[in-house]
């Protein structure tokens, strides 16, 4: 079975300032792992992946996160924060390989203050 | 144009009435997915689909049922809605890394 778990439903940040979302995860095997970003009235987008290989993945829009397998995470992160992030970003986890489903974490809510 | 689409995108109905939500897709995936949103809890997975003959229960299927016409589209059903039924319903496709969504269809159940 598998979990994850976002800390922090809202997090607010100022303009500028460094973003981080957290995301913990529990696999009993190799997992996937992946962040979305909705906007508000849209379907989920996807910001990056990991799969294998590299750990620090980067994505869209200047977001990058990585994988730490010891502490079970993949943090999300941008180092300055703009007023077009402001939106809910989900991490989610599927099981590395066959990849079937996706267990999504309830999602943070990201604010920009001007 | 879309490489996923939802129909309707809102939906108002009443308790007791069958209601259908569709999904096509142009991205050519076998993988297809219908999930539910509810805030706070994230997106609970209702039924996947693999290939037309193919059907598999999520999460949360109780109360839900699903028709794979074509490797295309994905349909979602409600027997006799019921107002915990309301909620935002997403589409998604996978090619097996990664699942790629529709706009959603916001159902209210009166």
């Known amino acids: 079975a598998q979990s994850v778990t976002q800390l922090g439903s809202h997090v607010s940040v100022s303009e500028g300032a460094l973003v981080l979302l957290r995301c913990n995860y529990s696999?009993?095997?190799?997992?996937?792992l992946f962040w979305y970003v909705q906007y508000p009235n849209q379907g989920l987008q996807l910001l990056l992946k990991?799969?294998?290989?590299?750990?620090l993945v980067k994505g869209i829009n200047g977001f990058e996160a990585e994988f730490k397998k010891s502490e079970t995470s993949f943090h999300l992160t941008k180092p300055s924060a703009h007023m077009s992030d402001a939106a809910e970003y989900f991490c989610?986890?599927?099981?590395?390989?066959?990849?079937?489903?996706?267990?999504f974490g309830s999602g943070t809510q990201l604010t920009v203050l001007p | 144009d879309a490489d996923v689409t939802q129909t309707p995108r809102n939906r108002i109905t009443k308790t007791g009435k069958r209601i259908m939500l569709e999904c096509s897709q142009t991205?050519?995936?076998?993988?297809m997915y219908w999930y539910r949103q509810d805030p706070g809890l994230g997106l609970r997975l209702i039924y996947y689909?693999?290939?037309?003959?193919?059907?598999n229960k999520g999460e949360i299927s109780d109360g839900y049922s699903v028709s794979r016409q074509a490797q295309a589209k994905f349909s979602l059903s409600l027997e006799s809605a019921i107002p915990n039924q309301t909620a935002l319903y997403f589409c998604?496709?996978?090619?097996?890394?990664?699942?790629?969504f529709g706009p959603g269809t916001r159902l209210t159940v009166l």
């Open positions: 998604a496709t996978s090619a097996g890394q990664g699942q790629y």
């Open positions: 696999s009993s095997v190799p997992p996937y």
């Open positions: 990991y799969t294998t290989g590299a750990t």
């Open positions: 989610a986890v599927s099981e590395a390989g066959s990849a079937r489903q996706l267990t």
């Open positions: 991205k050519g995936h076998d993988r």
């Open positions: 689909s693999f290939d037309v003959k193919d059907i």
